[in-house]
């Protein structure tokens, strides 16, 4: 079975170009995850969507980002304008999640290899 | 606050040497305790789900074990390819976050 599926692997920009991660959640998943992992500060949720609804984007650091999620196969993350301190590795991760509010569960998250942001 | 910590940060073992990664969380009610490999320029892969104190998964060389305040990845007789960061993530109950570990570090030297 095909995995998280992200794009690009790697992105070199200068600083104030606008950047665009990709996403392709596992087929069946139904919560979508945008991480970004730096050396300092590990792993850190940025925005959650449920059904392709956002539900938790308190992650965000900026208004310069955003993310979308206009299906159920395929997920954006924009910077715009980029800037040095947002050079980290962002990853991708989904799962599924049945039931609602306290009585819902989610089974495990699966991650993508990730993209490596570099912006100079 | 919901914390997660991981100890060692690094560790270095011969083949062979079996050895304990330590997590150890706070969490205002736990729905799930997880594990997570980590390769360089990968990212993390799904090992184990742990939900109750006293629960233990295996597979393969790995052991994971959950207490009401920790979680040990015990490592039997280990490989070279063992080598990785292995993270621990909780989730509480009620919620959908994970809170990770910053993780261990682990190289099995040949």
């Known amino acids: 079975d095909a995995g998280v599926i992200q794009s690009p692997r790697h992105e070199v920009t200068e600083m104030g170009q606008e950047v665009t991660l990709r996403c392709k959640p596992i087929?069946?998943?139904?919560?979508l995850f945008w991480y970004r992992q730096t050396m300092m500060r590990g792993l850190e949720l940025l925005i959650y969507?449920?059904?392709?609804?956002?539900?938790?984007d308190s992650g965000m650091p900026e208004d310069r980002f955003s993310a979308k999620m206009p299906n159920a196969s395929f997920s954006t993350l924009k910077i715009q304008p980029s800037e040095p301190r947002d050079s980290a590795v962002y990853f991708c991760a989904s799962s599924t999640r049945t039931g609602l509010g306290l009585g819902s569960s989610n089974q495990p998250q699966h991650f993508g290899d990730g993209t490596r942001l570099s912006i100079l | 606050e919901d914390q997660v910590t991981q100890s060692p940060e690094a560790l270095r073992l011969q083949e062979g040497e079996s050895s304990s990664l330590n997590c150890s969380y706070t969490?205002?009610?736990?729905?799930?305790l997880f594990w997570y490999r980590q390769d360089p320029g990968k990212g993390p892969e799904f090992l184990f789900t742990l939900y109750s104190a006293g629960e233990e998964k295996e597979k393969e060389r790995l052991k994971a074990t959950l207490t009401k305040k920790e979680s040990f990845l015990h490592i039997t007789a280990p490989k070279p390819e063992d080598s990785a960061t292995y993270l621990c993530?909780?989730?509480?109950?009620?919620?959908?976050?994970?809170?990770f570990g910053t993780g261990t570090r682990l190289k099995v030297l040949a």
């Open positions: 969507f449920n059904n392709n609804v956002p539900i938790d």
């Open positions: 969490v205002s009610g736990l729905r799930g």
């Open positions: 993530a909780v989730q509480a109950a009620g919620t959908y976050k994970y809170i």
């Open positions: 087929s069946g998943h139904n919560s």
